[in-house]
């Protein structure tokens, strides 16, 4: 693979003795940019005539069907992009019941992230001059924006962008009202988008889980009250802004985000490519997994595996 531009190894591969090994080849998604996972599949398949795939984000057409619905995670488009192209073979590596607690472990932990940027507002703005009943009323609405604009069919994307100008000018117009706020307004400004940030995440997580919901500020908290019971020693956990990875310092969070994954999907890709009679799989999976799944894959194929990185 060295000598395909494009598909230059990013770690030193695994070899195993047995000559009639696996071989699996692991791209390490960073999310956000699903045409570069896209372009070196293509470039796999149209040199290497390689296309069974195992994909992070999607528990598979029989989950598909017992749900009703298709549920996805991860780097979406490319999912979506990957079951629309007949030359892949594509096997979902979420377990079901674990791709469900992706989404409330996330619900939770960007709820952790708003209610810091709800203190912070809480906390600094008074001593500028901001009465603490403004705040509240500009946090209201931000609140009120994103669940209304959020609600309904149609377009995510369309939607957010409908939000952000609704609520923007809003936060503009808030700044401008205290001059004490003047000579901090970038930051109060950024802080103020965060929330509406973390809150738009929220919503777009809680849908995932119940796409029927019609949020309001009220559906919202009913939901998180019911998750926050649910995990109590991951709620438990504030949100540190200085700890830019919680699922490596947090183990009850590496353990149902990243850990739990790992074992689930190697199983279900070895036990994928057993079905289909396949020597050669590739795995698409964010970053923040591809040394515990390595680990995995070797230890339930007992070190029967070749595996490259790219």
């Known amino acids: 693979m060295k000598s395909i531009n494009g598909l230059s190894p990013k770690a030193e591969p695994v070899f ?26 293509e470039l796999i398949r149209e040199n290497l005539n390689l296309n069974f795939i195992g994909v992070e984000g999607w528990a598979g057409r029989e989950a598909d069907r017992m749900r009703g619905r298709q ?37 939770i932990r960007t709820y952790k992230v708003f209610l810091f ?41 369309i939607k957010m962008s409908g939000v952000y100008d609704e609520i923007v000018p809003q936060i ?54 019911a ?12 949100y540190d802004s200085s700890n830019p990875d919680e699922t490596k310092t947090i183990p009850e969070l590496k353990e149902a985000m990243v850990t739990s994954r790992n074992k ?5 890709m070895l036990s994928s490519m057993l ?4 020597k050669t799989g590739i795995i698409v999976f964010g970053t923040l997994h591809i040394e515990g799944l390595i680990e995995e894959l070797i230890k339930q194929a007992n070190n029967n595996v070749n595996i490259f990185i790219i």
Not at 20 to 41: R, T, V, W
Not at 74 to 81: C, D, F, K, N
Not at 188 to 209: S, T, W
Not at 210 to 216: E, R, Y
């Open 16 to 41: 195993s003795k047995n000559p009639d090994a696996l071989i699996f080849i692991l791209i390490g998604d960073k999310h956000g940019s699903p045409e570069i996972e896209y372009g070196k599949l």
């Open 227 to 238: 998750l926050k019971n649910k995990y109590p020693k991951i709620y438990s956990y504030d």
């Open 172 to 225: 503009r117009n808030f700044i401008s009202r205290f001059p004490g706020l003047k000579s901090r307004d970038k930051d109060v400004f950024g802080y103020l988008k965060f929330y509406g940030d973390a809150m738009l995440n929220i919503v777009i997580e809680l849908r995932g889980l119940h796409p029927d919901l019609v949020f309001s500020k009220r559906t919202v908290e009913d939901s998180l009250w």
């Open 71 to 107: 549920i996805l995670n991860g780097e979406i488009e490319l999912i979506t992009s990957l079951l629309s192209n007949k030359n892949y073979v594509i096997t979902g590596l979420e377990n079901p019941n674990l791709q469900i607690q992706v989404f409330e472990v996330g619900v």
């Open 264 to 268: 689930a999907a190697a199983e279900i």
């Open 275 to 278: 079905k289909a009679k396949q």
């Open 117 to 157: 940027f709800e203190l912070v507002l809480l906390k600094n703005l008074p001593s500028v001059g901001v009465p603490p009943s403004e705040i509240k009323q500009i946090m209201d609405f931000i609140i009120d924006s994103v669940c209304a604009g959020m609600n309904g069919t149609g377009d995510e994307k």
